[in-house]
């Protein structure tokens, strides 16, 4: 009895070893457990970890100077984009006396001389007279002038007969211009005669406007020519002057002045040319004397008008021509002048 359940255990044992033994799996054909997964390196943005977790933002802190006071000036540049503005250039006008007639003001500028003739003839009676001008500038506002009626061509007032010749000339004047504004100035001077010696005072008031670099006007150079002793010499028509010492002779009553009213208008055609216009009216004060270039009228009233080019071919030296009519209510008295100036 006790035999056979020992037998029986033992049979039972076996059979849960065996079972089990089958029920265990084979090492050999085992498959081999999967390897730990490594981590995934971070992303360079920071935006995640390898293992795929997002990572929040970074963000920058506010700067310390939100108004920029505390920048510095002197840090390094070269990093920013800078923007270039084309700008027009700015025209310099060059300094000196302008080689423009329209630009050059009422006096010469100081230590600058200007000395000009301008031979001028008339028609009906032929005439023709000139003088040597010379003008320096004491300084911007002073000028000191200088008339040399040096002479002319004419008919002999002291001969009956048609005598035409070249007569020296015995006038010269004297004055002073002194500038009170860029478009005005004050202008007195002492023209001479000086066989018989006769004197006048002379005033004007010259005046100058200028409109940009193209136009000029202005006028009122010579305004009263009024007689001191014998007769008012005439600085431009020496026959007037001969006229007048004849009279003298033949102690025929002498005219007492003239006074005239003249206006100018310059165009620059280019920077060397101008185009110049001259008209004015001219009333003697009577008592005698002559009136009108190249006569021996009494007084009245006599209009006159010119026009020409001057041109410029360097800053120093003016040449120049025109025409005109020294009586428009004479057309005998239709005459040609030329011009020609130099600066030192």
Do not use: C
Request: proline share 8%; no cysteine; hydrophobic share 40%.
């Amino acid at each position: 009895m006790s035999l056979r359940r020992i037998i029986f255990g033992l049979s039972v044992v076996t059979v849960a070893t065996a079972s089990v033994a089958f029920a265990a799996p084979n090492d050999k054909n085992a498959p081999a457990p999967a390897p730990a997964k490594e981590a995934e390196p971070a992303p360079a943005d920071g935006s995640g970890t390898g293992s795929g977790d997002a990572v929040a933002p970074i963000e920058d802190a506010p700067p310390a100077d939100m108004e920029g006071r505390d920048e510095n000036p002197d840090a390094p540049r070269g990093t920013e984009v800078q923007t270039v503005t084309p700008t027009t250039p700015t025209v310099v006008k060059s300094a000196g006396y302008p080689i423009e007639e329209t630009q050059r003001p009422i006096t010469l500028p100081a230590n600058m001389a200007e000395v000009s003739i301008a031979p001028h003839f008339v028609v009906q009676p032929f005439s023709e007279s000139d003088a040597l001008r010379a003008r320096y500038g004491i300084t911007k506002q002073v000028q000191l002038g200088l008339t040399y009626v040096y002479g002319g061509i004419y008919d002999d007032p002291t001969t009956l007969k048609k005598t035409y010749g070249f007569h020296v000339g015995k006038a010269a004047g004297f004055d002073v211009t002194v500038l009170l504004q860029n478009w005005l100035a004050i202008k007195v001077g002492v023209p001479v005669y000086f066989d018989p010696v006769a004197t006048s005072f002379m005033a004007g008031a010259p005046m100058k406007f200028v409109f940009g670099d193209k136009l000029a006007i202005g006028g009122l150079e010579d305004i009263v020519n009024i007689r001191i002793s014998e007769f008012p010499p005439s600085l431009e028509f020496e026959q007037q002057n001969a006229v007048a010492a004849a009279n003298k002779t033949s102690n025929t009553q002498q005219s007492r002045g003239k006074i005239r009213f003249s206006g100018f208008v310059e165009y620059q055609q280019d920077p060397k040319t101008a185009i110049i216009g001259r008209a004015g009216v001219e009333t003697d004060l009577g008592g005698g004397g002559d009136n009108g270039p190249g006569t021996a009228s009494g007084g009245g009233t006599r209009t006159f008008i010119r026009a020409g080019v001057q041109h410029s071919p360097k800053k120093n030296i003016d040449v120049g021509g025109g025409v005109g009519f020294e009586d428009l209510s004479d057309l005998g008295s239709f005459a040609v002048a030329l011009t020609l100036a130099f600066r030192i």
